[in-house]
Each structure stands twice: as C-alpha cells, then as structure tokens.
C-alpha cells in the first residue's frame, strides 16, 4: 500500500490540531483571565460601593450597608471571602473596574448601566419600579473576563431569589 507524502501531512496536521484542541480545553470552565475567584475564595474579595439607597449606603466611617451590601457580604461568607469595601462614585469606580482593582460593582446599577466598556453586568436578580414607573432591572458590575466570578455570583443571587 502507497501513502502519499500529502496524507501524511494531512494526518500530522489532524493530530497536531487534535492535541491543541484537548489542551486547550482542559481548564476551568468557565475561567477567570486573573483568577479572582480562586483569589477570593478563602482570601479577600474588592468591593466597589456607590451610595444609592436602599441599595447601598455608605456612612462616613466608610462602613457599607443596604440590600446589595447585604448580598454581596451574604455571597461572600458563601465564598468564605472577606470584604474589602471601597467607596467611590460609579464613574470612579467603573475605572477602578476597568484597571482590576475591584472584583464586584453595586450601589444600585440596573442593566442600563453605562459602564459596559469598563464593568461586565451580571444578569438582572431582581426587577423593581423606577420613579417613573417603568420597570428596571437590577444588576451587579464585576471585573471584564471573570467569567468564573461571574457565573458563581449569578447562580448565587438566583439562589436567594429562588429563596425569597
């Protein structure tokens, strides 16, 4: 039997495609580009707060409270996390964001937040009336490319609203 010299490239190419191809699908899914889950688990999670209540209201002291405070602390116990709160307005922030200093966003963002180029929005977790009576939803900023963070908090905030 004659083996052309074009099979057998073609049959090296496969097999060099193939054994990429399982590499590269080995990891984590999904994957964190900085590992902030992984960082945070066990170890300290970054906590950009805005003032906006009932969401989130931060003393003078720099202490964070309100609804997504309450949240963010429930989900990091569930991460065995602790919190390192950093106050600052969104635009700050959504900067602090952008340059990976900061792990989660709140203070009352909703899923027209304008910060989509600097903060990943999670899925909205809760939907409520605005003062114009329409309906808004609300959503949480995590750092761009932390998929595993995000997907953790996300199926961590359908867990309470399932509770609720």
Known sequence: MLVSARHVVRAAAAAVAAALLVSGCSGPFPADSQDSLARATGGTIYVG?????????????????GVEADLVTDYAESIDAQITWVPGSESVLADRM?????????????????????????????????????TEKMVMGVRPGENALMASLETFLDDQDAER
Request: zero cysteines.
């Open 98 to 134: 952008k340059d990976g200093e900061l792990d989660i966003m709140i203070g009352g963002l909703t899923s027209k937040a304008p910060w989509t180029d600097k903060v990943a929005l999670t899925r909205p977790y809760t939907t409520v009336r605005g003062e114009d009576g329409k």
């Open 49 to 65: 707060a805005t003032a906006n209540p009932p969401w989130t209201e931060v003393s003078p002291d720099g202490a964070v409270t």
